[in-house]
């Protein structure tokens, strides 16, 4: 059984970055992301990362958004800079284990407004 817990979502003001975590627990997982959903839109991946560091990144966010994993708490990071009105969204954690059964996290809402 797998656990995730996202945190560090909020207000945000246009230019600002913000930093989310996602917290796991229970098996091990081979790759971790981030995807996020705006309102009305359907979700979308942003970013992902495997055990080994392979990174991946949408093509819309990554000269803005950076994926890392601290192996040592277990919790993914998602550095966000630049914030604009089009990134808010709630932003999920995703997780695979390496069998490829998939779990996700609450979500964290992410506003970015003046």
């Known amino acids: 059984q797998v656990h995730l817990v996202e945190s560090g979502g909020g207000l945000v003001q246009p230019g600002k970055s913000l930093r989310l975590s996602c917290a796991a627990s229970?098996?091990?997982?081979?790759?971790m992301a981030w995807y996020r959903q705006p309102p009305g839109q359907a979700r979308e991946l942003v970013a992902e990362?495997?055990?080994?560091?392979?990174?991946n990144y949408a093509d819309s966010v990554k000269d803005r958004f950076a994926i890392s994993f601290e192996s040592s708490i277990r919790t993914a990071f998602l550095q966000i800079s630049s914030l604009t009105p089009e990134d808010t969204a709630v932003y999920y954690c995703?997780?695979?284990?390496?069998?490829?059964?998939?779990?996700w996290g609450e979500g964290t809402l992410v506003t970015v407004s003046t």
């Open positions: 995703k997780g695979i284990e390496p069998g490829g059964t998939s779990h």
């Open positions: 229970g098996s091990s997982l081979y790759i």
């Open positions: 990362i495997t055990n080994g560091g392979r990174v």
